[in-house]
């Protein structure tokens, strides 16, 4: 089955710098790439998603890269503020399959003001 | 903002009480969740179901059983709690039907259960 490694598992930054959280994955056949946001006392909400068929995403200020070669894929946060707080997930998938979502293990991201 | 509900979202019990901790979506989803939390962090996949009528176990085991009665609704029972069952117990909900990229899992905000 498919396993997903994250890291680091926590991260501090700077307001106003970047942070960029990886992920790799192991099966070659998945194809859909989710990150969540779990901010304190709710559960994980999809942040911004990735399939296999691009290279890259962008949503303001986060962005999603893929490398499919090399079985990862990154989550970067650009200008952080401290609601970026949270802690955020990675997942894999093959799509349109039975399989269920397979989680990274977390990164806790704190933004220091 | 998804329609995802979990209660209680706290619950403190003795052990060897009975407990069930609710979950209730009204998005139609066919495809229900359940996760256990660590201290952690990381999320363990202890309970599925695809529709009505249908269950299976997740990756993580676990002594608690679910059921899907009604598309809606997917409660998880603890017959006989005990202090290693203390832990954070997030529901989510999905609807794989007709498009194909439909994955998105929806979470609810959790129960945060401690066995004394």
């Known amino acids: 089955g498919e396993n997903v490694e994250q890291h680091p598992s926590t991260l501090s930054v700077q307001e106003g710098d970047s942070a960029v959280i990886k992920c790799t994955y192991s099966d070659s056949a998945s194809n859909y790439f989710p990150w969540y946001k779990q901010e304190l006392g709710k559960g994980p909400q999809l942040i911004i998603d990735i399939r296999s068929n691009v290279g890259e995403k962008k949503d303001q200020r986060i962005a999603v890269t893929l490398n499919k070669t090399a079985k990862h894929f990154s989550l970067h946060i650009t200008e952080t503020q401290p609601e970026d707080s949270a802690v955020y997930f990675c997942?894999?998938?093959?799509?349109?399959?039975?399989?269920?979502?397979?989680f990274g293990s977390g990164t806790q991201l704190t933004v220091l003001p | 903002e998804a329609d995802i509900y979990q209660t209680p979202r706290y619950l403190v019990i003795g052990t060897g009480k009975k407990i069930t901790l609710e979950c209730s979506q009204t998005m139609g989803h066919d495809k229900m969740y359940w996760y256990q939390q660590d201290p952690g962090m990381e999320l363990h996949l202890i309970h599925y179901?695809?529709?009505?009528?249908?269950?299976e176990k997740g990756d993580l085991s676990s002594e608690s059983t679910v059921s899907r009665i009604r598309t809606e609704h997917f409660p998880l029972t603890l017959e006989s709690a005990r202090p290693s069952h203390t832990s954070q117990y997030l529901c989510?909900?999905?609807?794989?039907?007709?498009?194909?990229?439909?994955?998105?899992?929806?979470f609810g905000p959790g129960t945060r259960l401690l066995v004394l």
């Open positions: 179901s695809y529709g009505v009528n249908s269950t």
């Open positions: 997942a894999a998938t093959l799509s349109g399959s039975a399989r269920q979502l397979t």
């Open positions: 989510a909900s999905s609807d794989e039907s007709g498009t194909l990229y439909q994955e998105t899992q929806y």
